[in-house]
């Protein structure tokens, strides 16, 4: 027990000893400081989720002011097709059901440890969006293409927050790994649940900008 509080009170000594040379070394800042940096970026992302019990892409983009490397503030957009393995080589055959649509709006992006090599952030959207019941007829050999029809769609809100594991890889370049949760409000198409975009997200992030 002796051995065991006396590294302990070591442990804490130089826990104390590092924190205050780190305190030491930073200047406070202050709301009015001109000791801030602001910056900013782009990014794309790629993402899958289950949509309607069937496999979805989402890609997307998103550009962001950057505040003092602590929130970021911007505006971000994403599409998205379930069915995506899906395909009719015959003609003649029976249509088959997509959904297909994107949203996007605002979003506010917290960041806890920019300047880490390893680090978090939170990004939530608030946004609008739409959704398409598409019908695919098939492939046409005389048109080499194939053949879509809209049958159904819908307009929703949508709420999606996020946690990021973000990873310095230059100075001016990250990626993130993430997972999202998709809210929106109740979709009408037709033969379709009111609850099917909502949903969680497992995607990647790459960023370009001045952080």
Same mark, same amino acid.
């Given at each position: 027990m002796k051995k065991l509080a006396v590294l302990l009170i070591l442990a804490l000594a130089m826990t104390f000893a590092y924190a205050q040379d780190d305190y030491s070394n930073d200047?406070?800042?202050?709301i009015f400081s001109k000791q801030r940096s602001n910056g900013g970026y782009g990014a794309f992302t790629l993402s899958y989720s289950k949509i309607d019990g069937r496999d979805a892409f989402i890609s997307g983009g998103r550009g962001a002011f950057i505040f003092d490397h602590s929130l970021a503030i911007g505006l971000g957009g994403?599409? $998205? @097709?379930?069915?995506i393995d899906y395909h009719t080589f015959l003609e003649n055959q029976p249509p088959d059901y997509s959904l297909a649509?994107?949203?996007?709006?605002?979003?506010?992006?917290p960041i806890i440890g920019g300047r880490m090599p390893v680090h978090l952030s939170f990004p939530i959207l608030f946004g609008i969006g739409g959704a398409a019941l598409i019908e695919d007829y098939g492939w046409n050999s005389w048109e080499y293409s194939h053949q879509?029809?809209?049958?159904?769609?819908?307009?929703? $809100? @949508?709420?999606?927050p996020a946690i990021e594991i973000e990873f310095n890889l230059t100075r001016f370049f990250r990626t993130a790994t993430a997972i999202s949760y998709r809210y929106t409000s109740k979709i009408d198409l037709f033969e379709t649940g009111e609850n099917v975009l909502r949903g969680l997200n497992f995607g990647l992030t790459f960023k370009?900008?001045?952080?």
């Amino acid at each position: 027990m002796k051995k065991l509080a006396v590294l302990l009170i070591l442990a804490l000594a130089m826990t104390f000893a590092y924190a205050q040379d780190d305190y030491s070394n930073d200047k406070i800042q202050t709301i009015f400081s001109k000791q801030r940096s602001n910056g900013g970026y782009g990014a794309f992302t790629l993402s899958y989720s289950k949509i309607d019990g069937r496999d979805a892409f989402i890609s997307g983009g998103r550009g962001a002011f950057i505040f003092d490397h602590s929130l970021a503030i911007g505006l971000g957009g994403y599409g $998205f @097709v379930n069915n995506i393995d899906y395909h009719t080589f015959l003609e003649n055959q029976p249509p088959d059901y997509s959904l297909a649509g994107g949203y996007g709006g605002i979003f506010v992006e917290p960041i806890i440890g920019g300047r880490m090599p390893v680090h978090l952030s939170f990004p939530i959207l608030f946004g609008i969006g739409g959704a398409a019941l598409i019908e695919d007829y098939g492939w046409n050999s005389w048109e080499y293409s194939h053949q879509y029809k809209q049958y159904d769609y819908d307009v929703f $809100f @949508v709420i999606e927050p996020a946690i990021e594991i973000e990873f310095n890889l230059t100075r001016f370049f990250r990626t993130a790994t993430a997972i999202s949760y998709r809210y929106t409000s109740k979709i009408d198409l037709f033969e379709t649940g009111e609850n099917v975009l909502r949903g969680l997200n497992f995607g990647l992030t790459f960023k370009f900008g001045k952080f």
